[in-house]
């Protein structure tokens, strides 16, 4: 069985800081996907950012990057020069590499960006 | 290239009712998989359904089910509706290679009554 944690419920950040966002998780698969996602109050899951567990090099998309420790199965998320845009919830989900795309979610954290 | 879409956007329903979501995914996308969002629950797996074949199924009672047509277009349906079916469900659509992410739609905001 597959498990993500988030214990962070809440963070608050000043505008143009960077801020990162936990993420654990747990599974047997010996191959497997990390993945982050935004949802603004619309709703809608926007995806940020993947790694894969056989990559070496840590995954970046523009302001985003994803600091992956395999061994410690850590797999968190950096913002960096945060915007009153990043406001939103965070989800961070796993799946395995093959086989069905059945994504497991953290209970996100829900992030809000001071002027 | 559309992304996935999804109809209705809001619907509201009373108790014993059914209902019926629809997802269209992104083109050339055959894999179609269904989340329920709850406060409580969070974010928990349905089904997914790849080239019309239900490939995974979450734990979910019979009364949800979900079906995908030859064009990869996919509908789930609720049937005898309680209040706890109250929910966001959202609907991710997905490559056919297993490495390729899942990109989701706005999601169905269903109110039971």
């Known amino acids: 069985a597959q498990k993500i944690t988030q214990t962070q419920p809440g963070m608050f950040v000043q505008e143009k800081e960077a801020v990162t966002l936990d993420c654990t998780y747990d599974t047997s698969d010996p191959s497997y996907g990390l993945f982050w996602y935004k949802q603004p109050s619309s709703g809608e899951m926007i995806f940020l950012i993947y790694?894969?567990?056989?990559?070496?090099q840590n995954a970046t998309e523009g302001r985003y990057s994803l600091n992956f420790q395999k061994a410690r199965k850590s797999a968190n998320l950096v913002i960096s020069a945060s915007q009153l845009g990043d406001s939103a919830m965070y989800f961070c989900a796993m799946r395995p590499i093959q086989g069905a795309q059945k994504l497991v979610f953290g209970q996100g954290t829900r992030l809000t960006i001071n002027p | 290239k559309a992304g996935v879409t999804q109809t209705p956007r809001y619907l509201i329903k009373t108790r014993g009712q059914q209902v019926t979501l629809s997802c269209s995914p992104i083109s050339g996308h055959r894999s179609v998989s269904w989340y329920q969002q709850t406060p409580g629950q969070g974010l928990q797996f349905l089904f997914e359904?790849?080239?019309?074949?239900?490939?995974n199924k979450g734990n979910f009672p019979g009364r949800f089910s979900g079906r995908q047509f030859s064009n990869s277009r996919s509908e789930m349906n609720v049937s005898t509706l309680e209040l706890g079916d109250s929910a966001l469900y959202l609907c991710?659509?997905?490559?056919?290679?297993?490495?390729?992410?899942?990109?989701f739609g706005p999601g169905t905001r269903l109110l039971v009554l």
């Open positions: 991710a659509s997905g490559a056919a290679t297993d490495q390729e992410t899942q990109y």
């Open positions: 359904y790849f080239s019309e074949t239900q490939r």
């Open positions: 790694q894969g567990s056989y990559d070496q």
